[in-house]
Nanobody, 127 residues
Framework: QVQLVESGGGLVQPGDSLRLSCTAS????????MGWFRQAPGKERQYVSV????????YYADSVKGRFTLSRDNAKNTLYLQMNGLRPEDTAVYYCAATARGLIASTIRLMGEYDIWGQGTQVTVSS
């Protein structure tokens, strides 16, 4: 069973950048669809960005498109989320997630399709 550990969160000012990392262990990394979800205080967890196994197609939520960049390094078993132009509304706990299921465009953004989760890393954007 794959285990996920996130890192890279912190406190930054609006407009700053952060890079989150999610390192996987215990499985064949390339065989998993992986992504980032986030949960702000008092709100439901929401999809941010995912990368599908096999074709490596990447999906972004509209709220982060053009600012965030998702990538994976299969040799390092690591998923990255480069976050530029951070805004106060990006403040949340960011969770890395993975699934070995084959997902299609209509389901890949759904939190319930992911059965492996990291512990989360806090990102706070504030002046």
């Amino acid at each position: 069973q794959v285990q996920l550990v996130e890192s890279g969160g912190g406190l930054v000012q609006p407009g700053d950048s952060l890079r989150l990392s999610c390192t996987a262990s215990g499985g064949t990394f390339s065989r998993y669809t992986m992504g980032w979800f986030r949960q702000a205080p008092g709100k439901e967890r929401q999809y941010v960005s995912v990368i599908r196994m096999g074709d490596n197609k990447i999906y972004y939520a509209d709220s982060v498109k053009g600012r965030f960049t998702l990538s994976r390094d299969n040799a390092k078993n690591t998923l990255y989320l480069q976050m530029n132009g951070l805004r106060p509304e990006d403040t949340a706990v960011y969770y890395c997630a993975a699934t070995a299921r084959g997902l299609i465009a209509s389901t890949i953004r759904l939190m319930g399709e992911y059965d492996i989760w990291g512990q989360g890393t806090q990102v706070t954007v504030s002046s």
